[in-house]
């Protein structure tokens, strides 16, 4: 018995459609599933200078935490307040870090860390340093003309 040519067709047709069907299925899945997990926490870029923890930048010592220290990074063209900082060595830190006007990154030269910040979200990551000295923070997201200026350190002591 032999297909006829109209089935044939249409068999092709409609395997083809099924396998369109489930590649956009399968993508937004994917995509779905697929969320930056260290940008969940929203803030108003707006109002970043007068919304905790990010009206005091720098380190804090923090108790009843799984972590010791939280260090507050506020980003804008082109620098990070604290433009330097002093974390003791050992200790778990809470980097929480957002931007007052474009993106920017935060990476921590030497380390995993390495951040995009977006406006409107909060970037966190903790981190234990253990290992001292200095640690040069960069932006490695291009921002505009003060792009390669812009860095921030972490020292970290004994
Ligand atoms: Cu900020 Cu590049």
Redesign the pocket.
């Known amino acids: 018995m032999h297909m006829h040519k109209f089935e044939k067709a249409w068999l092709t047709f409609g395997i083809g459609a099924l396998l369109v069907f489930l590649t956009v299925l399968g993508v937004s899945a994917f995509y779905l599933g697929n969320q930056p997990p260290s940008c969940l926490v929203t803030i108003d870029p707006a109002k970043v200078d007068t919304t905790k923890p990010f009206n005091e930048p720098g380190l804090k010592k923090v108790e009843g935490k799984d972590w010791d220290y939280e260090l507050v990074f506020v980003?804008s063209?082109?620098s990070y307040n604290p433009a330097s900082v002093e974390v003791p060595y050992g200790a778990k830190v809470k980097i929480m870090a957002t931007t007052k006007d474009v993106v920017?990154?935060f990476q921590v030269a030497g380390t995993n860390i390495n951040m995009m910040l977006e406006p409107g979200y909060i970037s966190e990551y903790t981190t234990t340093f253990d290992k001292a000295g200095e640690y040069l923070i960069l932006?490695n997201?291009?921002?505009g003309v003060g792009?390669h200026m812009?860095t921030s350190k972490i020292e970290v002591v004994k």
């Open positions: 980003a063209a082109f920017h990154g932006c997201e291009y921002c792009h812009m």
